[in-house]
C-alpha cells in the first residue's frame, strides 16, 4: 500500500529565506508526482507535475525534484515570500488498477513572516 | 479555458439524509475523479469516473456513489450521512491517458464544504 509522508508537518520562515520541503513515498512504482498549494477552505492549485521519467520541473521560483529509487521528492522554493503561506501537499499518481489514483501526503502548513 | 467548478460551496446536512454535490470538469477534460479531505488532512481518493462509468475506487463504502454525464460533468451522491462524512470534498478532472501511457496532471476544482450534523 502506498503511504506518503510530508516533513515537516509546518513550518515557520522569515521573508527571503529559501526553503525545501520534503516528501516521500513506499511504493517507488508510480506513475507521476504532483505538487499542490492549498489556501485555507479552498481547493487544490496545481504547482508542478513531474512525471516517472524526469528528474525535476521548475517554474518560477519553484523547483521540484523527484527520486524514485529512494521514493523521495522535495520542493524548492526560493526567495519566500508572505504569498507563499499556504499548505503545501504532494501526491503520487500511483501505478494500480487507476492509474489517476492519487495518493496524497497530509501537507507542510508554511507560514512567512514579513 | 474553463476551469473546474463545483456546487454548492458550502452544505449543511442532518444524519441519515442524503447529499448530491455536482462537478463541471475543465474544458477538454474527459475524467472525473472525487476526494474527500477531511480537516487537517491530505485528501482521500474516492472514485473516478470515466466514459460515464465508474474506473476505480478508494476505501469507501457503497452509500458513496457518483455519475458521468455525457459532458464530463459528474455528481457524488452520499446516501445515510453520518457525523465522519464532514469534509471538504473535491473534484479533479483530467485527460485520461491511454494505454501505457503516463498518468496526467490533474486540476482540482475550489471544492464543497460539507458539514453534517
Known amino acids: 500500500k502506498q503511504e506518503v509522508t510530508q516533513i515537516p508537518a509546518a513550518l515557520s520562515v522569515p521573508e527571503g529565506e529559501n526553503l525545501v520541503l520534503n516528501c516521500s513515498f513506499t511504493d517507488s512504482a508510480i506513475y507521476n508526482l504532483q505538487w499542490f498549494r492549498q489556501d485555507p477552505g479552498k481547493g487544490l492549485t496545481s504547482l508542478l507535475l513531474i512525471q516517472s521519467s524526469q528528474r525535476e520541473q521548475t517554474s518560477g521560483r519553484l523547483n521540484a525534484s523527484l527520486d524514485k529509487s529512494s521514493g523521495r521528492s522535495t520542493l524548492y522554493i526560493a526567495a519566500s515570500q508572505p504569498g507563499d503561506s499556504a499548505t503545501y501537499l504532494c501526491a503520487v499518481g500511483h501505478r494500480g488498477m487507476n492509474n489517476n489514483d492519487m495518493r496524497f501526503g497530509a501537507g507542510t502548513r508554511l507560514t512567512v513572516k514579513p | 479555458e474553463t476551469g473546474v467548478t463545483q456546487s454548492p460551496t458550502h452544505l449543511i446536512k442532518t444524519r441519515g439524509q442524503q447529499v448530491t454535490l455536482r462537478c463541471s470538469s475543465q474544458?477538454?477534460?474527459?475524467?472525473v475523479s472525487w476526494y474527500q479531505q477531511a480537516l487537517g488532512q491530505g485528501p482521500q481518493f474516492i472514485f473516478q469516473y470515466y466514459r460515464e462509468e465508474e474506473n476505480g475506487r478508494g476505501n469507501f463504502p457503497p452509500r458513496f456513489s457518483g455519475l458521468q454525464f455525457p459532458n464530463y460533468s459528474s455528481e457524488l451522491n452520499v446516501n445515510a450521512l453520518e457525523l465522519d462524512d464532514s469534509a471538504l470534498y473535491l473534484c479533479?478532472?483530467?485527460?485520461?491517458?491511454?494505454?501505457?501511457?503516463?498518468?496526467?496532471?490533474?486540476?482540482f476544482g475550489p471544492g464543497t464544504r460539507l458539514t453534517v450534523l
Open positions: 479533479a478532472s483530467s485527460l485520461f491517458p491511454g494505454l501505457g501511457t503516463l498518468g496526467n496532471e490533474q486540476f
Open positions: 474544458s477538454g477534460h474527459n475524467t
